[in-house]
């Protein structure tokens, strides 16, 4: 349920699409520490990878991956991030990126700023696992919010250091539905026991109101000439995204809108990368072939990153090395379909509700959009962000403008409660924004974590 460029969508729905007394005893940081992955270049900050149990009656454990920050670990904040080790690790704003046999070092890392902990939920995606296969039969939101909240306390028992360190949760796509609902955990669990130190929460490209933020993608298609005049007018008036999901899990589909999604597909071809409607594709996902296309020089992207972030991981020296394992899976995958079956009816449950609830409890959360993404377009989340304020009686405090860069617009920002609730769109950049646009992402989360507005002009 991690956001991915390639396995995301599925039939027009998101497959991203992450006590002391429930961990096993001897769980330490000192035996999760990787003396050097495979490949990489020299590093001065340690790194750390492994299980944590969150429910060792049924045998459920969690992996996740821990860089520490570049400089000065000990006074740099901890951020969660929810979509897992190879989409947000290997692919976007972890410290290397796999390139042919090696890993290269990401310039953008977001351990610039933070410690950055990734973490892969719920069990069955990654390398996470359950030995008791009954629980792959109906995983939901629900269990996935509690076993994050167990997986944190039992990360905590490892590094004590970073307990009651300023704390952020950020994440993707699913992970709007992820973040809030364990930030929300979280904040019930402060008023037994004051544990997370919780600062704030990012969201990107997030999935916050099923209806609002499928059927913006209506006007991003014609808006970009992916479709005809005449095709978005059946598509906005005869079947919409959201009714054809629901005929679909319903097992209701009708033939009118699967005539409608048909022709929607037709027309924006499988050779446009929805998640970034100006990149190329790569031909190897496209074809599941093997040959690896040469990256063009001006975007300076390796769009067939996901698939040398799957062979990196998939090789055995690598898990070695990352102290992981396969169970009940032959391969790494960013989401083991084949063994998860999750609630997809919970994508039809807002959670913007939950994301108003925290601002209220002064939780200060920032929404971002890449703005070439048609999966879940800025024109969706900008609706609900708008809308959430007007509820929460918030004042705009920052007008609608553009941010900067270095020299160049970074993309647009507006305000409201003098930061208890932001937007930001990140301009060029796709549903993953740290893998498209890595310099206007670091430069967006850097102002995230102090608590700074966007720089409103060159810098």
């Given at each position: 349920m991690q956001g991915s460029r390639g396995t995301a969508i599925a039939a027009g729905v998101v497959f991203v699409l992450l006590l002391g007394k429930c961990f096993a005893a001897g769980e330490t940081a000192a035996e999760d520490k990787i003396s050097g992955l495979p490949g990489q270049p020299p590093v001065s900050f340690a790194q750390y990878s492994g299980y944590v149990t969150v429910d060792a009656a049924r045998k459920r454990s969690l992996f996740y991956y821990f860089a520490e920050a570049e400089a000065d670990p000990a006074a740099k904040p901890l951020v969660l991030w929810l979509n897992g080790v190879g989409v947000g690790a290997f692919s976007e704003n972890g410290p290397f990126r796999p390139s042919g046999n090696v890993l290269v070092r990401n310039e953008y890392s977001w351990n610039k700023e933070a410690n950055m902990l990734y973490l892969e939920s719920p069990a069955g995606?990654?390398?996470?696992?359950?030995?008791?296969?009954?629980?792959?039969?109906?995983?939901?939101?629900?269990?996935?919010?509690?076993?994050?909240?167990?997986?944190?306390?039992?990360?905590?028992?490892?590094?004590?250091?970073?307990?009651?360190?300023?704390?952020?949760?950020?994440?993707?796509?699913?992970?709007?539905?992820?973040?809030?609902?364990?930030?929300?955990?979280?904040?019930?669990?402060?008023?037994?026991?004051?544990?997370?130190?919780?600062?704030?929460?990012?969201?990107?490209?997030?999935?916050?109101?099923?209806?609002?933020?499928?059927?913006?993608?209506?006007?991003?298609?014609?808006?970009?000439?992916?479709?005809?005049?005449?095709?978005?007018?059946?598509?906005?008036?005869?079947?919409?995204?959201?009714?054809?999901?629901?005929?679909?899990?319903?097992?209701?589909?009708?033939?009118?809108?699967?005539?409608?999604?048909?022709?929607?597909?037709?027309?924006?071809?499988?050779?446009?990368?929805?998640?970034?409607?100006?990149?190329?594709?790569?031909?190897?996902?496209?074809?599941?072939?093997?040959?690896?296309?040469?990256?063009?020089?001006?975007?300076?992207?390796?769009?067939?990153?996901?698939?040398?972030?799957?062979?990196?991981?998939?090789?055995?020296?690598?898990?070695?090395?990352?102290?992981a394992q396969l169970n009940g899976v032959q391969r790494w995958t960013v989401c083991s379909s084949s063994v998860l079956e999750y609630k997809q009816l919970d994508l039809q449950i807002p959670t913007i509700n939950i994301v108003g609830a925290l601002v209220k409890s002064g939780v200060p959360v920032l929404v971002y959009s890449g703005d070439q993404d048609s999966v879940i377009p800025l024109t969706g989340s900008r609706t609900l962000v708008h809308r959430l304020a007007g509820r929460l009686r918030l004042n705009t405090t920052e007008p609608y403008r553009?941010?900067?860069?270095?020299?160049?617009?970074?993309?647009?920002?507006?305000?409201?409660?003098?930061?208890?609730?932001?937007?930001?769109?990140?301009?060029?950049?796709?549903?993953?924004?740290?893998?498209?646009?890595?310099?206007?992402?670091?430069?967006?989360?850097?102002?995230?974590?102090?608590?700074r507005q966007l720089p409103e002009s060159f810098e």
């Open positions: 995606v990654g390398f996470s696992y359950s030995t008791d296969p009954s629980f792959y039969g109906g995983v939901g939101d629900s269990m996935t919010a509690r076993d994050n909240l167990k997986f944190l306390q039992g990360w905590f028992n490892k590094f004590p250091q970073y307990k009651g360190r300023d704390l952020y949760i950020t994440g993707e796509s699913y992970a709007g539905h992820y973040v809030p609902q364990l930030a929300q955990r979280m904040v019930e669990f402060n008023k037994k026991e004051k544990v997370f130190n919780l600062k704030g929460i990012a969201l990107g490209n997030p999935v916050l109101e099923f209806s609002t933020d499928f059927n913006s993608r209506a006007e991003f298609f014609w808006s970009h000439g992916l479709i005809s005049d005449s095709t978005y007018n059946i598509f906005t008036t005869v079947c919409n995204y959201s009714r054809y999901v629901s005929e679909y899990y319903h097992g209701s589909l009708s033939a009118t809108c699967d005539r409608v999604m048909s022709q929607v597909t037709r027309e924006t071809s499988r050779f446009v990368d929805k998640y970034d409607v100006t990149l190329d594709v790569c031909i190897s996902s496209v074809f599941m072939q093997s040959k690896v296309l040469t990256p063009q020089a001006s975007r300076e992207l390796d769009v067939c990153v996901e698939d040398e972030t799957m062979s990196y991981l998939n090789r055995k020296d690598v898990q070695e090395a990352m102290h553009a941010w900067f860069q270095g020299k160049q617009v970074g993309g647009w920002t507006q305000v409201f409660g003098g930061g208890a609730l932001s937007f930001a769109t990140v301009r060029g950049a796709s549903h993953e924004a740290p893998f498209s646009q890595p310099e206007r992402s670091l430069g967006l989360f850097r102002a995230f974590l102090a608590g």
